[in-house]
């Protein structure tokens, strides 16, 4: 009975997040507008600086070793053939892993860093004086942030891929003997553009996740310094959550 | 100016007052959290369980949110933490609803925030060199003056004060309520209210009312 309360609770709380995301999310679409207005653009280019540019040297770190690794292990089992090295890259780095571990550096980095400075803004009545200088919060505080995450989620994809394919690539040539031409022709002959709209419409299908779900977190903390850390919890796990769902969605439809 | 219709909250059973358009006046609530529910009344922030509350002539919980922003355009509210935005450099600060609502550049603001705040007995060197730091560290008298400089920026026509001289050594004090006396005298028909619940920390202001809760 008591287990059955609490499943009936926690479907009820999940309803209440996912509303709540909803409700967010067709707010950002609708206020798009808002950020031509150069004091909530400045916003905007200061998230994408510490989501997008700040992040690029981890993200290439990762490609380049993801690369590394897949190829590695290619060769391992297939031997030194360059289309299938190709068509397994593209198949795992553009396929699935850009987009997911692009979000998933930005889950770690940044959604986390966004929950709790919302929280604390929200805690320190930081809302409530912007309320009263006449800006309304959620347009000047999360409008311009899912817009900028959403924007760094899309170019940290990119930026993976092409990292991992080509650092993959240069190690083998270098270590392993192979030539970098006929490899880099192996992975144009299995590269479709539909490969990279797919690749391309998971990271902002995966950005608006990340950003919608850190920013509501971060503004539902309340009065208490102790939710910052529980709405920090909660935007982690439930955008990794929502990304791996989207992510399956998404490449049941694209490619099943 | 300000109207309050038979307010019921926690705090208040059936609070009615009325300030007239530009006059000083004083409001004296019995504590801190008092003061900030009242603040919280007014400014349509806490919705009371009875009454109503006028600012302007306008019914404060009737508005839209677009109505609300625009008469918080003509009212500039003083807090006592200073209310500046933790992410923002002081500058940023200082600028921000100016370069909001009217779409000045911080830079068409830049002369007359600085003379305010020289006015207010800041150095230009402290001035330089606090301008691009983070609020965070910096005392609560320059948060509150800075706070009071935010706010003159937009030369509202009313200018709530909450608590903003509690704690101040006496010359500090006097410098700053010169400052809210001279910035109240530049604009006919501007109000000024100062909230708090130590009276003696407002006692060297002229007032026109004073209100006991």
């Not at chain 2, 059973?13 to 801190?32: A, P, Y």
Request: charged share 20%.
């Amino acid at each position: 009975m008591i287990s059955a309360l609490k499943i009936g609770r926690s479907i009820i709380k999940a309803f209440g997040y996912l509303t709540g995301y909803y409700n967010l999310l067709c707010y950002f679409i609708k206020n798009i507008s808002l950020l031509g207005r150069a004091p909530i653009r400045s916003v905007l280019y200061k998230q994408l600086y510490f989501t997008g540019i700040e992040a690029l040297s981890k993200v290439a770190a990762i490609g380049i070793l993801i690369g590394i690794v897949i190829i590695t292990q290619v060769i391992n089992i297939a031997g030194a053939n360059a289309v299938l090295i190709g068509k397994i890259l593209i198949w795992t780095v553009v396929r699935e892993l850009g987009p997911l571990l692009a979000a998933i550096i930005i889950i770690a980095r940044s959604g986390t860093a966004i929950s709790s400075e919302l929280g604390s803004m929200k805690v320190n009545n930081e809302a409530d004086s912007l309320r009263i200088m006449g800006i309304d919060p959620v347009d000047y505080l999360l409008v311009p942030r899912i817009a900028g995450i959403t924007i760094s989620v899309f170019i940290l994809t990119f930026y993976f891929q092409i990292t991992a394919v080509a650092g993959g690539l240069a190690f083998t040539s270098v270590f392993k003997g192979l030539p970098f031409l006929q490899n880099i022709k192996g992975i144009f002959s299995a590269l479709g553009l539909f490969e990279v709209v797919v690749s391309l419409a998971k990271s902002l299908v995966f950005g608006l996740l990340i950003s919608t779900v850190s920013c509501y977190q971060g503004f539902s903390v309340e009065a208490s310094i102790t939710e910052i850390p529980q709405a920090a919890t909660r935007a982690v796990m439930q955008s990794l959550f929502l990304v791996f769902i989207f992510d399956g969605i998404i490449t049941l439809i694209s490619f099943a | 100016m300000i109207r309050l219709e038979n307010i019921t909250t926690e705090d208040f059973n059936d609070l009615s007052f009325r300030i007239q358009e530009g006059s000083v006046h004083k409001i004296i609530t019995n504590s801190d959290y008092e003061n900030k529910r009242l603040l919280n009344v007014i400014l349509g922030l806490e919705r009371p369980e009875h009454g109503r509350v006028f600012l302007f002539d306008k019914e404060v919980y009737s508005l839209s949110e677009e109505e609300l922003n625009r008469i918080f355009v003509r009212t500039g509210t003083v807090l006592k933490d200073g209310g500046l935005i933790s992410n923002l450099k002081v500058w940023e600060n200082i600028v921000l609803p100016v370069w909001y609502h009217s779409g000045k550049k911080p830079t068409d603001v830049e002369e007359k925030a600085v003379q305010r705040l020289r006015d207010a007995g800041m150095d230009i060197s402290h001035l330089e060199e606090m301008m691009g730091e983070l609020p965070g560290p910096l005392p609560v008298h320059e948060k509150r003056l800075l706070g009071f400089v935010r706010s003159a920026l937009m030369d509202p026509d009313l200018m709530i004060y909450d608590s903003v001289f509690e704690g101040l050594s006496p010359e500090m004090s006097e410098r700053f309520i010169k400052l809210t006396e001279k910035f109240h005298s530049e604009k006919t028909g501007r109000t000024s209210v100062y909230i708090t619940p130590d009276e003696q920390s407002v006692k060297g202001i002229k007032e026109d009312g004073i209100l006991r809760l």
